[in-house]
Antibody, heavy 120, light 108 residues
Framework: EVQLVESGGGLVQPGGSLRLSCAAS????????MNWVRQAPGKGLEWLSY????????TYSDSAKGRFTISRDNDKNSLYLQLNSLRDDDTAVYYC?????????????WGQGTLVTVSS | EIVLTQSPGTLSLSPGDRATLSCRAS???????LAWYQQKPGQAPRLLIF???SRATGIPDRFSGSGSGTDFTLTISRLEPEDFAVYYC?????????FGQGTKVEIK
């Protein structure tokens, strides 16, 4: 079964840092691009960052640029998101999602998400 | 940045009704770059439709997608109780890969 499991969320003070992880199983992780997407409470989906199979190409949304860093370890089948200088409006569920791939422009599957709460 | 505008914001319907959800892009995009997702409370989004009109694996045929250019539609032919959820469109035309704000399909 293809599965993505996020971890690392929690309560952090404004200005703090957190490192999120996404463990992949059931597929050859090194052959897929990956992404992070977040969802603030009661709000819609916001794409944050993308990384290609070999980490050769990385892109960020404007809201993630300069504060968040995506990375991956193909030997550990894991995706990461380093969150720095956190603000109250970074409070959200953070999802990892597989894709896209040539000829199939989708995010599929998604992990169950990990909640990050930024509050003093 | 391409903005996707979904309408209506909320659709109040009964089981058995037909649901028509709209996703309008701020500029033309290839159909290959348009996907739809379903999200139920407390769950992650689930892929429904890719290439604007192709159903993902395991998605019932009551779900269909259509459209081109700037106007795309998700249709649920006959609503089942499990279809009441929030639906999002997403594009992959250019970075950032934005989502629409979502349409909530609720029980009337």
């Amino acid at each position: 079964e293809v599965q993505l499991v996020e971890s690392g969320g929690g309560l952090v003070q404004p200005g703090g840092s957190l490192r999120l992880s996404c463990a992949a199983s059931g597929f050859t992780f090194s052959t897929y691009s990956m992404n992070w997407v977040r969802q603030a409470p009661g709000k819609g989906l916001e794409w944050l960052s993308y990384i290609t199979r070999s980490s050769a190409t990385i892109t960020y949304s404007d809201s993630a640029k300069g504060r968040f860093t995506i990375s991956r370890d193909n030997d550990k089948n894991s995706l990461y998101l380093q969150l720095n200088s956190l603000r109250d409006d970074d409070t959200a569920v953070y999802y990892c999602a597989r894709g896209p791939m040539p000829g199939r422009f989708v995010f599929d599957p998604w992990g169950q998400g990990t909640l990050v709460t930024v509050s003093s | 940045e391409i903005v996707l505008t979904q309408s209506p914001g909320t659709l109040s319907l009964s089981p058995g009704d037909r649901a028509t959800l709209s996703c309008r892009a701020s500029q033309r995009i290839s159909s290959s770059y348009l996907a739809w997702y379903q999200q139920k409370p407390g769950q992650a989004p689930r892929l429904l439709i890719f290439d604007a009109s192709s159903r993902a694996t395991g998605i019932p045929d009551r779900f269909s997608g259509s459209g081109s250019g700037t106007d795309f539609t998700l249709t649920i032919s006959r609503l089942e109780p499990e279809d009441f959820a929030v639906y999002y469109c997403q594009h992959f035309a250019t970075s950032p890969w934005t989502f629409g704000q979502g349409t909530k399909v609720e029980i009337k």
